[in-house]
Structures are given as C-alpha cells and as structure tokens.
C-alpha cells in the first residue's frame, strides 16, 4: 500500500512561482505492480536471485557485488566493476528505496523495477550472460531453483520474466523508513538537530527541493537538465557532460544531459556522487548542485547546514535474513 502522509506544508517562493513543499515520510511498503503483487514465496526467490552470483558468466558477480545490501545498496565506487574486472562509465544508484523511483536508471530508461533487473545480467560488462535463455538453462540446471520459482509462480515456471519478476518482488522489500528526517515529520521535533532544522530549511527556500521533491526526494516522474548553467572550473573537473544522459537512449537532441531526478534518502552512505561517480564528498556535491543547479554561491554554513540535513535522511535499515542458496554438488560452471 501507497501511504504518503504530507504532515507539514510549506510555502516556498522560488523566482516568482510559488511552490508548496510537503515534507513526506518514507511509506514502510512500495505499491507493486497489478501483474507482480508481493508474495513472501517471491521475495525469498528474488532475494536468493540477487545474491546468487551464477547468474553471471564468470561465476562471480551478482546483483549485490554493486548494490550492497549489507551497506548503503551500491559499491561506494565511483564506476562498478562486472565480471572479469570490466568497468563502465556511471556509478551504482543505491537499490534501498529503488522501489520508489518513477523510472529506474540515471537516465530513466527503465520504466520498472522488473524492466531494470532484466538488463545486468546479459550486459557484457555487468554480469556477462550470452542471453537470457542462457541463464534460464542455468537455472533450470540447478536443482533447489525448481522448487523455489514453484511455491513463487506454480510448476514449470522458471523464465525471465519470473526470475526479473521475483527479483523486482525482492527489491520492494529494501526500505529504509524512520530517519531521523521522518521522525521529525511524524512530530517528534527533537530527532533533528538545530543544525539539520536550518539545513532543511535552507533546502528548500533555495529551491532543491523544486526538484528533489516527493517522500524520497527523487521528484517523482520528473528528468530535469544537468547540468543546467555552465561553470568552466566544476566542468574541467567532473567532465559532466561527456556523457548525454537520456539522449544516450533516444538519440534525440532535445533529450541531452536530461537526467533523472535520484534520490536523497540514505544519501550520506553512497558516496561518491553523481552519474559519472566523479565527486567524492557530500559537501562537494552541495556546493555543486547549488552552482550548477540553481547559479547560487553556497556559503559554508549553508553547505555545513544542508549536509547536516541530509544526513538525518539516513533511514534504518531492516535486518535480513540471508538466503541459503541451492547447491551444485559436483559441478561447476566454467
Ligand atoms: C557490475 C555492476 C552491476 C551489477 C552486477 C548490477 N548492477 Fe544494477 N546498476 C549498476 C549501475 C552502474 C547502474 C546505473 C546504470 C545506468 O544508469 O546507466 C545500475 C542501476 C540499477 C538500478 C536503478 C536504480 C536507480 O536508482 O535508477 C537498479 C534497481 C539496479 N541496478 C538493480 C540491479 C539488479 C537487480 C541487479 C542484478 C540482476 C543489478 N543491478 C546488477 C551496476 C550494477
Ligand atoms: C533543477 C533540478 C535540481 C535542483 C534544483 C537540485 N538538484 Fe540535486 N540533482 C538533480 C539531478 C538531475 C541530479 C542527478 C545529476 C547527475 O548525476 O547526472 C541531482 C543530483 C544530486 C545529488 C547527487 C546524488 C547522487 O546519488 O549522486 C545530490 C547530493 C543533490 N542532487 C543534492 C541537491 C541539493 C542539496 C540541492 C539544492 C542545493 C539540489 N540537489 C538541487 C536535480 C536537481
């Protein structure tokens, strides 16, 4: 169920448009879609899915070698590395709260969580399969996989569209409610410092939350430019625009550097920053933000300020119980 409890409404003045800013908490559960509803039997399918790094040519990578899901649900690299140490040009996103984004990867061309999980696995340079009917046979090859898609999806039923289905089921369950930030929501006005008061104040009266907006502050449905103005120093230094973002998809020039909107929820554990990786500290990527973003010179105290803020969106992460994958006895993969 889809709760959003908007429990404080603020006015904010952003040029001459007035933008009202709810401050939502976290919901503890994700909506799913009509033709995948959550069922215990497919996320403990998706969950062993995701660990299990046979789904990956080499043996040796799976979904959680880049999104951890014992740290902040990414790698902490600026670029991940697939099989065989192959690196690609853009960061890990953290999965924690991925069930809440409106379309999935930085440029957005997933438009669910089952989409996404659908495409590592036969990308060359993430986990290597020659083909998804290839990873079916795997499966299907590996004893304890049959039962565990029956009890999920009835007889017979190992396929992609199962497997990317659990796997999806899984990620619903990656939550990470009752920050500090959403205590405070919920009314309890000392679970955030002065100092992280005035951080989230500064937010949004200098306007980031026009774009991080909505419970996980990832502004629901919305891609936006990045950067939006041009700064020779931050552009010789972080090579932003090297990579065009939604464009890279649809080849169309009204859609360069159009990125989507990430999330802020957890934002202090899954450093470094931005698509490309390129920055290594959250008081940079403030700095940044308000440069390029909004043409503002954030002064100290507010970069201080805001990453105080945004350090109270650390949420708690549930504790889970990790799978027992099924065992080969005798064989190996390659
Ligand atoms: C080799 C590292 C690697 C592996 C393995 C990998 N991913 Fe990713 N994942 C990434 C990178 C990098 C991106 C961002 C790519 C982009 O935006 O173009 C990403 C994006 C995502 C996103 C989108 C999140 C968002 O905020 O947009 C989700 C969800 C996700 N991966 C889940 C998975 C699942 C599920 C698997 C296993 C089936 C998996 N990943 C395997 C590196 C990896
Ligand atoms: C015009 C829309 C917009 C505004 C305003 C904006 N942001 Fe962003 N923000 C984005 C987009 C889009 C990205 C992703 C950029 C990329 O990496 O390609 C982003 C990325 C970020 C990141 C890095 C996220 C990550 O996972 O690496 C942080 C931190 C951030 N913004 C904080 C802020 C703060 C703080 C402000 C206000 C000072 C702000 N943003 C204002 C759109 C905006």
């Given at each position: 169920m889809f709760k959003i409890r908007a429990l404080v409404t603020a006015l904010t003045l952003i040029g001459s448009i007035s933008v009202a800013t709810a401050w939502e908490t976290l919901p503890t559960s994700a909506p799913a879609p009509a033709d995948n509803p959550t069922t215990e039997e497919k996320i403990e399918l998706g969950k062993m899915l995701y660990h299990d790094?046979?789904?990956s040519s080499t043996g040796t990578v799976s979904?959680?070698?880049?999104?951890n899901t014992m740290l902040g649900g990414e790698d902490n690299r600026p670029n991940s590395m697939g099989v065989n140490g192959q690196t690609g040009g853009r960061s890990a996103p953290t999965v924690?709260?991925?069930?809440?984004?409106?379309?999935?990867f930085w440029d957005g061309r997933a438009a669910s969580l089952e989409a996404q999980a659908a495409g590592p696995v036969t990308n060359p340079i993430e986990?290597?399969?020659?083909?998804w009917d290839e990873v079916v046979a795997r499966l299907k090859s590996i004893d304890g996989y049959a039962k565990a898609f029956e009890l999920a999806f009835?007889?017979?039923?190992?396929?992609k569209d199962n497997a990317t289905k659990a796997i999806a089921a899984y990620e619903r369950t990656l939550i990470t409610p009752h920050s500090p930030y959403d205590k405070y929501v919920a009314g309890d006005k000392s679970a955030l410092t002065e100092q992280q008061v005035r951080g989230m104040n500064s937010a949004q009266e200098l306007g980031?939350?026009?774009?991080?907006?909505g419970p996980a502050f990832n502004g629901p449905g919305m891609f936006q430019p990045f950067p939006m103005h041009s700064n020779p120093y931050f552009a010789a230094k972080y090579h932003f625009k090297n990579d065009k973002g939604l464009a890279e998809v649809t080849k169309k020039a009204e859609d360069e550097h159009l990125w989507k909107v990430p999330t802020l929820r957890n934002i202090a554990l899954t450093a470094p920053y931005f698509h490309n990786g390129s920055v290594k500290t959250l008081d940079e990527a403030v700095l940044i933000m308000g440069k390029l973003q909004l043409d503002k010179d954030l002064t100290k105290e507010q970069v201080a300020d805001i990453v105080a803020f945004l350090n109270s969106l650390t949420g708690e992460f549930p504790k889970q119980k990790m799978p027992v994958l099924p065992a080969t006895p005798g064989t190996t993969f390659n």
């Open positions: 790094p046979r789904l979904c959680a070698s880049c999104h924690w709260n991925s069930a809440f984004n409106a379309v999935q986990m290597g399969m020659k083909s009835g007889k017979d039923s190992i396929s980031c939350t026009s774009c991080h907006s």
